[in-house]
């Protein structure tokens, strides 16, 4: 069978159309592992029991919106093991991978949180919501590098606005390892003095169930 000259043309475009399109953004493997070891439930059971200074906190984390190509997209929600019912906080984080091979988590609220309290144990959780729905927590992203195995990051300066406790911003430095979440969230006022999150150094989550 003859292929003419121009559907010859179309068809070289066409495969050098396809060949030019880069991948999902979600088919990186280092960002997919980013995103396996962050889902799933953690506490700080341990660290409370051997230091005085942190509590015992329940952090759920199970990824939502799968099917969409953009990022990977979780919903947060953390709460004392006494008050499981009544998480104090609760957001969505936006994991993508920049162009110099870095990771950002971006930051996001929604309105009337505590309607959406436990809604990581359902199959399909936020369903009925969408990105345009939500609000971001500007200048709250953390960037994360992947080096020896283990990530690591941190918000940027003071650009984490806060108005919790009377704090002006806030800061957050977090370790990401297969098992374990180590993270540090503080508040700080106009005059750089810590007003809220631990003292003496960052809580420590153990991983203790995949939601995969």
Not at 83 to 107: M, W
Not at 141 to 157: C, E, V
Request: proline content about 3%; hydrophobic content about 35%; glycine content about 6%.
């Amino acid at each position: 069978m003859k292929i003419s000259h121009s559907k010859l043309i179309y068809f070289s475009i066409f495969f050098l159309y396809l060949s030019c399109q880069s991948p999902s953004v979600i088919e990186d493997p280092e960002l997919i592992r980013l995103k396996d070891w962050m889902t799933g439930s953690f506490n700080s059971s341990e660290q409370a029991e051997r230091d005085s200074n942190f509590f015992n906190i329940n952090l759920e984390m199970v990824q939502i919106w799968k099917d969409r190509k953009d990022a990977f997209w979780l919903y947060i929600e953390q709460a004392a093991a006494q008050t499981l019912e009544r998480p104090y906080r609760q957001r969505i984080y936006r994991f993508s991978k920049n162009d110099d091979g870095s990771f950002e988590s971006a930051v996001y609220t929604f309105k009337k949180p505590l309607r959406f309290a436990g809604v990581w144990k359902e199959d399909d959780p936020l369903s009925h919501l969408t990105p345009d729905s939500l609000s971001e927590r500007i200048g709250c992203a953390i960037t994360l590098t992947f080096k020896d195995g283990i990530f690591t990051g941190s918000t940027f300066g003071k650009k984490c606005s806060s108005q919790l406790r009377g704090a002006t911003y806030a800061t957050s430095e977090v370790r990401i390892e297969k098992k374990v979440l180590t993270s540090w969230d503080r508040g700080f006022d106009a005059n750089d003095q810590q007003v809220w999150g631990a003292i003496t150094g960052p809580y420590i989550f153990i991983k203790v169930k995949d939601y995969l």
